[in-house]
């Protein structure tokens, strides 16, 4: 029996859930971003923290990837990872990213664009600590993006750490994080006849904060 294939050209809908003017914003984006993740929270969006970070390669080819936000404040946004895995070492070589959170049900995202360095090993230990214990060997099983032979591979690098590690468990030396300290975010709410609102808040160079709304 044969699938139709989809018209994806037709696949639309009409935002209308709401808008954003200047007068909405909290004067320092941290701020904006806090009350917005908690609003998806509050409105039970599946995985609210997940974002996609996008690294760029030495010879310039761009890669996106989910991860789970860990941790923010006022120094930036934490995500923690494999140091060897693609963006691992993409970004020790190239600081530039850029941050995406999708909260499509609340016709939602944020824009983030900044520079990228190593959380401090204090960090990364008291993190790792909080993980649970499957996700730990977990660390240890996987060379997060080398190429293993098959599933057979993997579930024996991970039976091997489960007898290495019967108690604690230490943290891996390729384990680390980074940390995205924005440029620019930009706070983007859907609007019918994709009349959508961008709202951006620019660094300066004292650190304050200017906005400007883009045409969508």
Not at 8 to 13: C, G, M, T
Not at 102 to 120: F, K, N
Not at 149 to 165: C, K, M, Q, V
């Amino acid at each position: 029996m044969s699938v139709e294939p989809i018209k994806v050209a037709d696949l639309r809908r009409n935002y209308a859930r709401g808008g954003l003017i200047e007068a909405d914003l909290a004067p320092d984006p941290f701020e904006m971003f806090d009350r917005w993740l908690a609003e998806s929270v509050a409105a039970e969006l599946y995985e609210p923290n997940a974002m996609v970070v996008s690294s760029v390669s030495a010879d310039g080819r761009p890669s996106s990837r989910m991860v789970l936000l860990k941790g923010i404040d006022e120094r930036g946004f934490v995500f923690y990872t494999n140091l060897g895995s693609r963006k691992g070492t993409e970004l020790q070589a190239n600081d530039s990213c850029s941050l995406l959170f999708p909260w499509h049900p609340l016709e939602r995202q944020v824009r983030v664009e900044g520079t990228a360095s190593l959380v401090s090993p204090d960090e990364v230990a008291a993190y790792f600590g909080t993980r649970p214990r499957a996700s730990m060997l977990g660390a240890w099983a996987s060379r997060q993006s080398r190429r293993v032979s098959g599933r057979e591979e993997l579930a024996a690098a991970y039976a091997a750490a489960e007898t290495a590690y019967p108690d604690d468990v230490p943290l891996p030396q390729e384990w680390g994080g980074f940390r995205v300290r924005p440029t620019s975010m930009e706070f983007w709410q859907g609007r019918p006849g994709r009349m959508h609102d961008r709202l951006v808040y620019d660094r300066l160079v004292d650190d304050r904060w200017q906005v400007t709304r883009l045409a969508p």
